[in-house]
C-alpha cells in the first residue's frame, strides 16, 4: 500500500488480560469437531452444490469422522431445506451424527428452520445475530445494544418455545453472537448470558456459545486473549461448551483457532481444506493433522487425503493449491538437492531404526508427519528438476530401477541429469530420468563393444584368469588378451595391453537388481585416465553378474574415450 493509503487504517484494540495463562499451555487432546462446509463452505461457492453433491459431501463427512456437521440454512433456500428433508426421510444420518441447522434470529426463519428438521433423531438449532459495533451502526442502522441484544433473547425464547413441537428430536442449543471478533468483550458476553437464561442449560444438558471470527481482524493471541477472557468471566462455564469459529482474512486462521484451544475453548467449526467466505474458514484438516504430528488421535480420519481431495474438487469446483498443508499436490515433495538427499538419508535411516525399534518416532527431515498416514507414497517426494541434487536423483532410479548406484557415482549422474532438466527448463519424470541414465551410463558399447571373449582360469598362477576377447573398435574386429586376478581385471589388462588407452580401475561394485521381474544384475566401474584426474563411471546390466561387470568396463571406457578425445 501506498503511505497515504495506510493512514486510512487503525490498530486494533487488544485485551486487558492481566496473568493470561494459554500461552503456558499445550493442546493435549482434540477438540469436538463439526463440519460447516454444507453451509458457510456452500454459500461462499461461486457455484453452490446441488443436492446430489451435498449428499456426497455429507456422507465424505461422516467417513472421515464428524459427529456433528452443519447441514446448511433450511430456511433460506428450497434446496437447503430439501436436503435436510432428504438426509432425514432416506436415513441417511447415522445414530451418533447429530446435524445442524443454521438461523438467524427472526420468526419466520426459525419456524421454517423447525418445519425442515421434523423426524430428526438429533439437531443442534445455531442461532445468530451480529452484534459489532460495526454490524450495529451500518447493517442495523445504529440500533442499541438493547436492541439487538433483544433479538437474540427474542429468538432464543422462540426456539424454546418451539422445541416440544419436535418431541422425538434431542435439541442442542447454539448460539453465536456473530462479529464476536470486533464486539466489546463485556457486551457480547451480556448477550451471550441474557441467551443462557431463556436457554437454561446445565451440566448435563450444555448450551453452545459459538464465538466466531467473523473477519480476523488481528493477530491469534488477541483472538485467544479474547476466547481466555470470556472463559474467565461468564458465568456457569460448566454448562456451555465455547465453539471457535475461524475466519482467515489475515491467513492466520489455524494459529488463531490453535492459540484458542490454548485459551479453553472445546469445539471447534470448520471446513475441509478452509473453504469459506472470502478467504476461507479454518481448515479442520490442517488443524486435525497438526494434531495427528504431535501424537494427538482427533477422532477425524485424513488416511486418504488424496481421495477427499478429490471429491470435495468434484462437488465445490474448487481445487486445493498445490502447497495447501498435507494435502497439496506439492507438499511432500523435494526440489532442492539438499533437501532431497536429507530425505532420502533420512528415510535410509528409519530402515534401520525401524528395524531394530518398531516403535521409532517418526523422524525424517523437512517432513513434519509420514507423507504414508495420509495415504500419499514417497514417489511424490524427491521430483527432479534443474534444481535437484545427486541424491534425489539417485533415489528415483532406486526407486524405478532397483539401482542402487555407488555414492561416489552420484555426483557424474546428477551433472548429467540436471544439465537435460536445465536445457529443456522443467521438471523431469521418472521414466525420462531412467532413459537418460540408461543413454549416458549403461552397456554404452560406442567406439569400443565387447563382442565374444572367453576365460581361462587355468592359465596363469593361483587364482589367475586369462581373458581372450573379440571386441570391435570403430567398426572393426580384434581379438585381445590380458591376465589378471578376475575376469574384469583380465579384460582390463587385455584393452591396457591392446594399447586401448592408459587409465586405472578404481572402483568396481556389483548387485542384484531389486523388484525387477527377471534377475539382471548390475555392475558399476570407475576408472581414471592417466592424464587426467576425472574419475568416468560405467554401468553394465545383464543377466550374467560376470557379463554386467564387463560390459560396465566397456561403458566406462568409451565415457573415457569421449572425455579425453575433448581434450
Ligand atoms: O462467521 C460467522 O460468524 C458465521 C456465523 C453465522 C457463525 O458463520
Ligand atoms: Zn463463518
Not at 61 to 71: D, W
Not at 180 to 191: I, P, R
Request: charged letters at 25%; proline letters at 5%.
Amino acid at each position: 500500500m501506498k503511505a497515504s493509503a495506510v493512514k486510512k487504517y487503525r490498530p486494533f484494540q487488544g485485551v486487558s488480560l492481566p496473568n493470561r495463562e494459554w500461552p503456558n499451555k499445550t493442546i493435549t487432546q482434540a477438540p469436538i469437531w463439526t463440519s460447516v462446509d454444507l453451509r458457510d463452505g456452500n454459500q461462499s461457492l461461486p457455484v453452490p452444490m446441488n443436492i446430489e453433491e451435498k449428499l456426497e459431501f455429507f456422507d465424505l463427512l461422516v467417513a472421515i469422522g464428524f459427529k456433528q456437521i452443519e447441514v446448511g440454512f433450511p430456511s433460506a433456500s428450497d434446496t437447503e431445506f430439501n436436503f435436510l428433508r432428504r438426509l432425514v426421510e432416506e436415513g441417511r444420518i447415522p445414530d451418533d451424527v447429530t446435524v445442524q441447522v443454521l438461523v438467524q434470529a427472526r420468526e419466520h426463519l426459525i419456524r421454517r428452520t423447525f418445519a425442515a428438521l421434523h423426524g430428526a433423531k438429533s439437531a443442534i438449532v445455531h442461532l445468530y445475530n451480529s452484534t459489532s459495533p460495526l454490524q450495529r451502526k451500518v447493517t442495523f442502522s445504529d440500533a442499541s445494544q438493547e436492541k439487538i441484544k433483544q433479538i437474540a433473547v427474542d429468538g432464543a425464547k422462540l426456539i424454546k418455545e418451539l422445541s416440544p413441537t419436535l418431541p422425538g428430536t434431542k435439541l442442542i442449543m447454539q448460539y453465536s453472537p456473530e462479529s464476536f471478533s470486533d464486539t466489546e468483550l463485556e457486551y457480547a458476553l451480556e448477550v451471550c448470558e441474557a441467551v443462557m437464561d431463556v436457554y437454561e442449560p446445565t451440566e448435563e444438558n450444555k448450551m453452545i456459545l459459538n464465538l466466531p471470527a467473523t473477519v480476523e481482524w488481528t493477530t491469534p493471541n488477541v483472538h485467544a486473549d479474547m476466547i481466555e477472557w470470556f472463559c474467565r468471566n461468564m458465568k456457569d462455564r460448566n454448562k456451555v461448551i465455547i465453539s471457535l469459529h475461524t475466519h482467515n482474512d489475515r491467513g492466520t486462521g489455524t494459529a488463531a483457532t490453535e492459540l484458542a484451544l490454548l485459551a479453553g475453548a472445546d469445539r471447534v467449526e470448520g471446513t475441509l481444506f478452509g473453504n469459506g467466505e472470502r478467504t476461507g474458514n479454518l481448515d479442520i484438516a490442517t488443524v486435525a493433522l497438526n494434531m495427528n504430528s504431535h501424537g494427538i488421535d482427533t477422532g477425524l480420519d485424513f488416511s486418504n487425503i488424496s481421495e477427499i481431495r478429490a471429491v470435495y474438487e468434484e462437488v465445490t469446483k474448487l481445487t486445493v493449491p498445490e502447497r495447501h498443508p498435507y494435502a497439496g499436490e506439492l507438499v511432500f515433495t523435494a526440489f532442492s538437492g539438499s533437501h532431497q538427499d536429507a530425505i532420502k538419508k533420512g528415510i535410509d535411516r528409519r530402515k534401520i531404526d525401524l528395524a531394530n525399534d518398531p516403535e521409532t518416532p517418526f523422524e525424517i527431515p523437512y517432513l513434519t508427519i509420514d507423507p504414508m498416514d495420509v495415504g500419499r507414497s514417497y514417489e511424490a517426494i524427491i521430483r527432479i528438476n534443474s534444481q535437484s541434487g545427486k541424491g534425489g536423483i539417485a533415489y528415483i532410479l532406486e526407486r524405478e530401477c532397483g539401482l542402487d548406484l555407488p555414492k561416489t557415482m552420484h555426483p557424474t549422474v546428477g551433472s548429467v541429469i540436471y544439465g537435460i532438466a536445465d536445457e529443456l527448463g522443467r521438471e523431469l519424470e521418472a521414466d525420462e530420468i531412467r532413459d537418460a541414465f540408461y543413454k549416458h551410463f549403461v552397456n554404452i558399447d560406442q567406439p569400443l563393444s565387447l563382442v565374444d571373449y572367453e576365460l581361462d582360469h587355468s592359465a596363469g598362477g593361483r587364482g589367475e584368469v586369462s581373458c581372450t576377447a573379440k571386441i570391435s573398435i570403430n567398426g572393426e574386429e580384434k581379438e585381445i588378451k590380458g591376465l589378471g586376478n578376475g575376469p574384469i581385471n583380465s579384460l582390463t589388462q587385455a584393452l591396457q595391453n591392446a594399447g586401448l588407452k592408459s587409465f586405472n580401475l578404481t572402483d568396481y561394485r556389483s548387485h542384484a537388481i531389486r523388484g525387477g521381474s527377471d534377475s539382471d544384475s548390475a555392475a558399476y566401474i570407475q576408472l581414471q585416465c592417466d592424464n587426467t584426474p576425472n574419475l568416468i563411471w560405467g554401468c553394465g546390466i545383464d543377466p550374467s553378474i560376470e557379463m554386467a561387470g564387463l560390459q560396465a568396463l566397456v561403458s566406462a571406457w568409451n565415457a573415457l574415450n569421449e572425455l579425453t578425445k575433448e581434450h
